[in-house]
Protein backbone atom coordinates (compact mmCIF):
# COMPACT_ATOMS: atom_id res chain seq x y z
CA UNK A 1 0.00 0.00 0.00
CA UNK A 2 1.24 3.49 -0.88
CA UNK A 3 1.51 5.59 2.16
CA UNK A 4 -0.58 8.63 2.93
CA UNK A 5 2.31 10.79 4.33
CA UNK A 6 5.72 10.17 3.83
CA UNK A 7 7.89 12.68 6.19
CA UNK A 8 11.83 11.85 4.87
CA UNK A 9 15.21 13.16 7.03
CA UNK A 10 13.43 16.28 8.07
CA UNK A 11 15.76 18.92 9.90
CA UNK A 12 14.05 21.76 11.23
CA UNK A 13 16.65 24.04 12.37
CA UNK A 14 15.86 27.63 14.66
CA UNK A 15 18.43 30.35 13.85
CA UNK A 16 18.63 32.36 17.18
CA UNK A 17 21.72 34.62 17.73
CA UNK A 18 22.67 32.81 20.48
CA UNK A 19 23.09 29.83 17.63
CA UNK A 20 21.46 26.78 15.92
CA UNK A 21 18.88 25.11 17.86
CA UNK A 22 18.14 21.69 16.17
CA UNK A 23 14.37 21.07 17.08
CA UNK A 24 13.60 18.26 14.38
CA UNK A 25 17.16 16.57 13.41
CA UNK A 26 16.29 13.40 10.48
CA UNK A 27 13.14 12.74 11.32
CA UNK A 28 11.66 10.26 8.96
CA UNK A 29 8.66 7.86 9.27
CA UNK A 30 5.29 7.11 7.07
CA UNK A 31 1.84 6.52 7.93
CA UNK A 32 -0.68 4.48 5.50
CA UNK A 33 -4.30 5.70 5.11
CA UNK A 34 -6.64 4.93 7.89
CA UNK A 35 -3.58 4.42 10.11
CA UNK A 36 -3.44 6.31 13.66
CA UNK A 37 0.36 6.36 14.95
CA UNK A 38 1.60 8.22 17.83
CA UNK A 39 4.68 10.23 17.93
CA UNK A 40 5.64 10.72 21.85
CA UNK A 41 8.30 11.99 24.09
CA UNK A 42 8.97 14.42 26.70
CA UNK A 43 8.33 18.09 26.09
CA UNK A 44 10.86 19.62 23.93
CA UNK A 45 11.67 16.51 21.87
CA UNK A 46 10.82 18.20 19.03
CA UNK A 47 7.06 16.46 18.43
CA UNK A 48 4.74 19.35 17.69
CA UNK A 49 7.87 21.33 15.61
CA UNK A 50 7.70 18.25 12.93
CA UNK A 51 4.04 18.85 13.04
CA UNK A 52 4.62 22.27 12.07
CA UNK A 53 6.79 21.32 9.16
CA UNK A 54 3.83 19.04 8.05
CA UNK A 55 1.61 22.03 7.87
CA UNK A 56 3.87 24.47 6.67
CA UNK A 57 3.29 26.92 9.44
CA UNK A 58 6.92 26.58 11.43
CA UNK A 59 7.34 29.91 12.97
CA UNK A 60 10.05 32.32 12.25
CA UNK A 61 12.96 32.17 13.33
CA UNK A 62 12.61 28.40 12.35
CA UNK A 63 13.47 26.83 8.90
CA UNK A 64 13.47 23.57 7.06
CA UNK A 65 16.98 23.06 5.73
CA UNK A 66 16.57 19.40 5.12
CA UNK A 67 14.79 16.45 4.32
CA UNK A 68 11.44 16.27 1.69
CA UNK A 69 7.21 15.58 3.16
CA UNK A 70 5.11 14.30 1.16
CA UNK A 71 1.55 13.68 1.15
CA UNK A 72 -0.46 11.28 -1.47
CA UNK A 73 2.92 10.94 -3.63
CA UNK A 74 3.23 14.75 -3.49
CA UNK A 75 6.04 17.07 -1.98
CA UNK A 76 4.14 19.81 0.45
CA UNK A 77 7.55 21.45 0.30
CA UNK A 78 7.86 22.59 -3.06
CA UNK A 79 3.99 24.14 -2.79
CA UNK A 80 3.42 27.55 -3.27
CA UNK A 81 1.46 29.11 -0.08
CA UNK A 82 -1.64 29.26 -1.73
CA UNK A 83 -1.37 25.49 -2.97
CA UNK A 84 -0.89 24.83 1.12
CA UNK A 85 -3.90 26.31 1.89
CA UNK A 86 -6.06 24.45 -0.21
CA UNK A 87 -4.73 21.20 1.50
CA UNK A 88 -5.01 22.62 5.29
CA UNK A 89 -8.22 22.22 6.36
CA UNK A 90 -9.21 19.83 3.36
CA UNK A 91 -7.02 17.35 3.18
CA UNK A 92 -5.07 17.89 6.35
CA UNK A 93 -6.20 19.40 9.21
CA UNK A 94 -5.55 20.47 12.97
CA UNK A 95 -6.32 19.37 16.53
CA UNK A 96 -4.56 21.78 19.10
CA UNK A 97 -4.17 21.15 22.69
CA UNK A 98 -5.34 24.74 23.83
CA UNK A 99 -8.77 24.87 22.18
CA UNK A 100 -9.35 28.56 23.64
CA UNK A 101 -6.56 29.97 21.53
CA UNK A 102 -7.76 27.91 18.31
CA UNK A 103 -11.05 29.69 18.80
CA UNK A 104 -12.17 32.92 17.30
CA UNK A 105 -13.29 34.66 20.15
CA UNK A 106 -15.66 37.14 18.13
CA UNK A 107 -16.96 34.57 15.89
CA UNK A 108 -19.87 32.14 16.78
CA UNK A 109 -18.26 28.93 16.96
CA UNK A 110 -20.84 27.23 14.15
CA UNK A 111 -19.44 29.77 11.95
CA UNK A 112 -16.32 29.13 12.34
CA UNK A 113 -17.33 25.19 11.41
CA UNK A 114 -19.41 26.55 8.77
CA UNK A 115 -16.33 28.90 7.59
CA UNK A 116 -13.80 25.98 6.70
CA UNK A 117 -16.77 24.30 4.56
CA UNK A 118 -17.24 27.68 2.63
CA UNK A 119 -13.50 27.70 1.98
CA UNK A 120 -12.97 24.32 0.45
CA UNK A 121 -16.34 23.48 -1.21
CA UNK A 122 -19.27 24.45 -2.91
CA UNK A 123 -21.53 24.90 -0.54
CA UNK A 124 -23.91 27.59 -0.05
CA UNK A 125 -24.33 29.60 2.88
CA UNK A 126 -26.73 27.64 4.34
CA UNK A 127 -25.69 24.66 3.38
CA UNK A 128 -22.74 25.28 4.65
CA UNK A 129 -24.23 26.48 8.20
CA UNK A 130 -27.13 22.77 8.23
CA UNK A 131 -23.44 21.29 7.78
CA UNK A 132 -22.00 22.85 10.77
CA UNK A 133 -25.49 22.34 13.02
CA UNK A 134 -25.22 18.85 12.37
CA UNK A 135 -21.72 18.26 13.23
CA UNK A 136 -21.68 20.18 16.13
CA UNK A 137 -24.30 18.07 17.10
CA UNK A 138 -22.65 14.56 16.17
CA UNK A 139 -19.54 15.96 18.19
CA UNK A 140 -21.99 15.80 21.10
CA UNK A 141 -22.97 19.24 21.71
CA UNK A 142 -26.16 19.78 23.41
CA UNK A 143 -28.91 21.70 21.64
CA UNK A 144 -26.35 22.33 18.71
CA UNK A 145 -28.80 24.43 16.26
CA UNK A 146 -29.04 26.75 20.02
CA UNK A 147 -25.48 26.96 20.91
CA UNK A 148 -23.89 26.62 17.57
CA UNK A 149 -24.52 30.56 17.89
CA UNK A 150 -22.60 30.81 21.06
CA UNK A 151 -18.91 31.57 21.46
CA UNK A 152 -16.19 30.02 22.34
CA UNK A 153 -16.21 31.61 26.24
CA UNK A 154 -19.34 30.30 26.71
CA UNK A 155 -18.31 26.34 26.16
CA UNK A 156 -16.45 24.21 28.85
CA UNK A 157 -13.02 23.10 28.23
CA UNK A 158 -14.25 19.85 27.19
CA UNK A 159 -17.07 21.33 24.54
CA UNK A 160 -14.58 23.79 23.28
CA UNK A 161 -12.30 20.93 22.36
CA UNK A 162 -15.54 19.31 20.23
CA UNK A 163 -15.87 22.63 18.18
CA UNK A 164 -11.90 22.39 17.43
CA UNK A 165 -12.59 18.72 16.41
CA UNK A 166 -15.40 19.82 14.28
CA UNK A 167 -13.72 21.80 12.64
CA UNK A 168 -10.97 19.84 11.87
CA UNK A 169 -13.46 17.36 10.70
CA UNK A 170 -15.37 19.53 8.49
CA UNK A 171 -14.28 19.16 5.31
CA UNK A 172 -13.56 14.32 5.56
CA UNK A 173 -9.76 15.32 5.92
CA UNK A 174 -7.55 12.18 4.74
CA UNK A 175 -5.33 13.20 7.34
CA UNK A 176 -5.92 14.46 10.93
CA UNK A 177 -2.97 15.65 12.93
CA UNK A 178 -3.63 15.66 16.86
CA UNK A 179 -1.64 17.60 18.81
CA UNK A 180 -1.90 17.26 22.58
CA UNK A 181 -5.89 16.83 21.96
CA UNK A 182 -6.72 16.20 25.94
CA UNK A 183 -4.43 18.51 27.68
CA UNK A 184 -5.29 19.93 30.89
CA UNK A 185 -9.04 17.70 30.22
CA UNK A 186 -9.91 15.78 33.11
CA UNK A 187 -9.77 12.05 32.18
CA UNK A 188 -13.21 11.02 31.54
CA UNK A 189 -13.31 14.21 29.02
CA UNK A 190 -10.37 12.50 27.45
CA UNK A 191 -11.51 9.20 26.54
CA UNK A 192 -14.28 11.12 25.48
CA UNK A 193 -12.41 12.97 22.89
CA UNK A 194 -10.43 9.93 21.98
CA UNK A 195 -13.29 8.19 21.26
CA UNK A 196 -13.99 11.05 18.73
CA UNK A 197 -11.15 10.25 17.31
CA UNK A 198 -11.44 6.76 16.62
CA UNK A 199 -15.05 7.34 15.51
CA UNK A 200 -13.45 9.76 12.68
CA UNK A 201 -10.85 6.98 11.49
CA UNK A 202 -13.34 4.47 11.71
CA UNK A 203 -16.02 6.27 9.92
CA UNK A 204 -14.58 8.67 7.72
CA UNK A 205 -11.48 6.50 7.05
CA UNK A 206 -9.03 9.17 8.12
CA UNK A 207 -5.86 8.62 9.40
CA UNK A 208 -4.64 10.33 12.45
CA UNK A 209 -1.01 11.45 13.99
CA UNK A 210 -1.32 11.66 17.26
CA UNK A 211 1.24 13.86 19.55
CA UNK A 212 1.47 13.44 22.70
CA UNK A 213 4.08 13.39 26.06
CA UNK A 214 1.72 11.18 27.72
CA UNK A 215 2.13 7.37 26.55
CA UNK A 216 -1.16 6.02 28.35
CA UNK A 217 -3.24 7.90 26.37
CA UNK A 218 -1.39 6.79 22.97
CA UNK A 219 -1.39 3.59 23.65
CA UNK A 220 -4.74 3.40 23.99
CA UNK A 221 -5.79 4.37 20.06
CA UNK A 222 -2.80 3.92 18.39
CA UNK A 223 -2.09 1.10 15.92
CA UNK A 224 1.79 2.27 16.17
CA UNK A 225 3.80 4.46 18.22
CA UNK A 226 7.18 6.61 17.30
CA UNK A 227 9.29 7.42 20.16
CA UNK A 228 11.06 11.12 19.57
CA UNK A 229 14.09 12.17 22.08
CA UNK A 230 16.27 15.17 21.24
CA UNK A 231 14.86 15.82 17.74
CA UNK A 232 15.24 12.34 16.58
CA UNK A 233 12.79 8.85 16.97
CA UNK A 234 14.92 6.33 18.45
CA UNK A 235 12.02 3.96 18.26
CA UNK A 236 9.34 2.89 16.12
CA UNK A 237 6.84 -0.32 16.33
CA UNK A 238 3.34 -1.65 16.52
CA UNK A 239 1.90 -0.50 20.01
CA UNK A 240 1.60 -4.26 21.47
CA UNK A 241 5.41 -4.82 20.32
CA UNK A 242 6.86 -1.80 22.14
CA UNK A 243 4.87 -2.22 24.80
CA UNK A 244 6.09 -6.35 25.33
CA UNK A 245 9.44 -5.96 23.86
CA UNK A 246 10.69 -2.16 23.80
CA UNK A 247 14.61 -2.04 22.69
CA UNK A 248 15.22 1.29 23.53
CA UNK A 249 16.22 2.47 26.79
CA UNK A 250 14.36 5.43 26.66
CA UNK A 251 11.40 4.11 25.52
CA UNK A 252 11.26 1.33 28.24
CA UNK A 253 11.61 4.38 31.02
CA UNK A 254 8.84 5.75 29.09
CA UNK A 255 6.78 2.82 29.82
CA UNK A 256 7.94 1.60 33.11
CA UNK A 257 6.47 5.54 34.01
CA UNK A 258 3.08 4.26 33.15
CA UNK A 259 0.67 3.97 36.31
CA UNK A 260 -0.16 0.43 36.87
CA UNK A 261 -3.90 -0.69 38.83
CA UNK A 262 -1.62 -3.00 40.39
CA UNK A 263 0.57 -0.48 42.03
CA UNK A 264 0.10 -0.22 45.67
CA UNK A 265 -0.77 3.23 46.74
CA UNK A 266 1.59 4.87 48.00
CA UNK A 267 4.33 3.31 45.61
CA UNK A 268 6.29 5.95 43.68
CA UNK A 269 6.51 5.50 39.97
CA UNK A 270 9.79 4.93 37.96
CA UNK A 271 11.44 8.17 36.76
CA UNK A 272 14.22 8.89 33.75
CA UNK A 273 17.33 10.49 35.46
CA UNK A 274 18.86 13.41 33.92
CA UNK A 275 18.16 16.22 31.86
CA UNK A 276 17.49 15.82 27.29
CA UNK A 277 20.68 17.25 26.16
CA UNK A 278 20.94 21.15 24.92
CA UNK A 279 19.45 21.16 21.53
CA UNK A 280 21.46 23.89 20.96
CA UNK A 281 24.26 21.75 21.48
CA UNK A 282 23.51 18.27 20.18
CA UNK A 283 26.43 15.86 21.24
CA UNK A 284 27.30 13.69 17.96
CA UNK A 285 27.41 10.94 19.95
CA UNK A 286 24.03 8.65 21.58
CA UNK A 287 21.97 11.72 22.60
CA UNK A 288 20.71 9.69 25.58
CA UNK A 289 23.85 8.16 26.68
CA UNK A 290 23.91 10.93 29.61
CA UNK A 291 20.74 9.39 30.93
CA UNK A 292 21.29 5.55 30.21
CA UNK A 293 21.82 2.78 32.75
CA UNK A 294 23.28 0.57 29.43
CA UNK A 295 25.69 3.13 28.50
CA UNK A 296 28.71 1.18 27.20
CA UNK A 297 32.18 2.96 25.14
CA UNK A 298 30.31 2.62 21.74
CA UNK A 299 27.62 4.74 22.72
CA UNK A 300 30.18 7.67 23.73
CA UNK A 301 32.09 7.46 20.52
CA UNK A 302 29.41 8.13 17.59
CA UNK A 303 25.34 7.88 17.20
CA UNK A 304 23.25 4.92 16.70
CA UNK A 305 21.38 5.04 13.14
CA UNK A 306 17.88 4.29 13.39
CA UNK A 307 17.59 0.21 12.02
CA UNK A 308 15.19 -2.37 11.55
CA UNK A 309 15.71 -4.73 14.53
CA UNK A 310 12.40 -7.53 13.32
CA UNK A 311 10.18 -6.73 11.04
CA UNK A 312 8.36 -3.36 11.54
CA UNK A 313 10.31 -2.58 14.86
CA UNK A 314 12.74 0.48 14.61
CA UNK A 315 15.34 0.94 17.26
CA UNK A 316 18.24 3.57 17.22
CA UNK A 317 20.46 2.09 20.20
CA UNK A 318 23.68 0.17 20.03
CA UNK A 319 21.90 -2.68 22.51
CA UNK A 320 21.31 -6.30 20.78
CA UNK A 321 17.79 -7.59 21.05
CA UNK A 322 18.57 -9.13 24.21
CA UNK A 323 19.90 -5.77 25.98
CA UNK A 324 17.01 -4.98 28.14
CA UNK A 325 16.22 -8.31 28.97
Not at 94 to 110: E, K, R, S
Not at 180 to 193: F, M, S
Request: negative net charge.
Amino acid sequence: MKPLLEVENLRAHFFMPSGVLKAADGVSFQIQPGEIVALAGESGSGKSVTTQCIMRLLPSPGRIVEGAIRFKGEDLLSLSPEEMRRIRGRHISVVLQDAMAALNPVIPVGEQVADILLAHTSDSVKQAWEKAVELLGKMGIPRARERANYYAHEFSGGMQQRVVISTALACNPELIIADEPTTALDVTIQLQILSLLLEARDKMGSAILYISHDLATAVSICDRIMIMYAGEIVESAPTREILTNPMHPYARGLIDSIPSLGERPMEFLRAIPGFPPNPMDLPSTCRFAPRCSYVKDECLARGPELVERVPGHHVRCFLDEQGLK
